[in-house]
């Protein structure tokens, strides 16, 4: 099955909750400033929304702490959505509190039962074939099951490795047009995008991988000058949103929403 990878029509995201300076984190930056990640997420949200599509935004669920990034919850689809199971403990539950508007957007909604477990920062959709990446988060049954489901809709899977260093396959890689892929060298070594256009972030800013294209914009994280340079003369146009206090609990653009 093939479809756009970065048109859409609409996107779910969720406020941040004041909690989220209790987010998941590998390594300690810092604790995140929540009245600018206030400022941040209205920005990005904002920047959705100038695209046209429409935006719905989620209330805070302070028993949640990563709840902001909603793209771990579900798989949205252009005919249909599957719910996750996300490998963090802390997490599984957010699943049944973004059921509900999942079910409001799609007809046929699916989920994933386990005993596997599988998260949307994980999973990279191109315009041919549902890339996932294998993690920390995300396992082989985790992936089996995604492939169960999606494959007699037409849907090609194929499970790659996520570098162990890194907390998701798209903390690396995010989609910029049906054959071009934004990469950092150290997963384009892997192999894994062999057929597509890859350009590269820049020396020393691997974070700016986790961009995304939706619609026309590329939203990427500010602070990252040689990249969006080279993706400005690539002719995208770029949108730089702060992202210095989700940086602190591993999260990025792709993990803020859920585009469909
Ligand atoms: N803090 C983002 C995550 O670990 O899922």
Redesign the pocket.
């Known amino acids: 099955m093939t479809h756009s990878s970065y048109q859409f029509t609409r996107a779910i995201t969720r406020r941040p909750a004041s909690s989220a300076t209790n987010?998941?984190?590998a390594e300690d930056h810092g604790t995140p400033d929540i009245s600018q990640m206030l400022k941040d997420h209205a920005h990005y949200v904002a920047t959705l929304r100038e695209t046209g599509a429409k935006i719905i935004e989620l209330p805070a669920l302070e028993d949640f702490p990563?709840s902001v990034?909603v793209e771990?919850d579900a798989l949205c689809l252009k005919d249909c959505a599957v719910l996750m199971r996300p490998g963090?403990p802390s997490?599984l539950g957010e699943v049944a509190m973004m059921a509900p508007t999942i079910h409001t957007q799609f007809k046929q909604v699916f989920q994933i039962k386990g005993p596997g477990h599988i998260e949307g920062g994980d999973i990279l959709t191109t315009s041919r074939e549902i890339l996932v990446g294998k993690s920390a988060r995300t396992d082989a049954a985790g992936v089996e099951e995604l492939r169960t489901i999606v494959t007699p809709l037409g849907y090609k899977v194929r499970e790659v490795q996520t570098p162990a260093e890194i907390?998701h396959f798209k903390t690396d890689c995010s989609i910029l047009d049906d054959n071009t892929i934004l990469s950092t060298k150290r997963l384009h070594v892997s192999g894994c995008f062999e057929g597509y256009r890859v350009l590269h972030t820049s020396d020393g800013e691997d974070a700016a991988a986790n961009a995304i294209r939706f619609n026309q914009f590329v939203l990427m994280p500010a602070g990252f000058p040689n990249t969006a340079s080279m993706l400005r003369e690539n002719g995208f146009e770029v949108r730089e949103i702060n992202n210095t206090e989700c940086a602190k609990?591993?999260?990025g653009m792709s993990c803020l929403s859920l585009r469909f």
């Open positions: 987010g998941l984190r990563d990034f771990d963090a997490r907390l609990i591993d999260g």
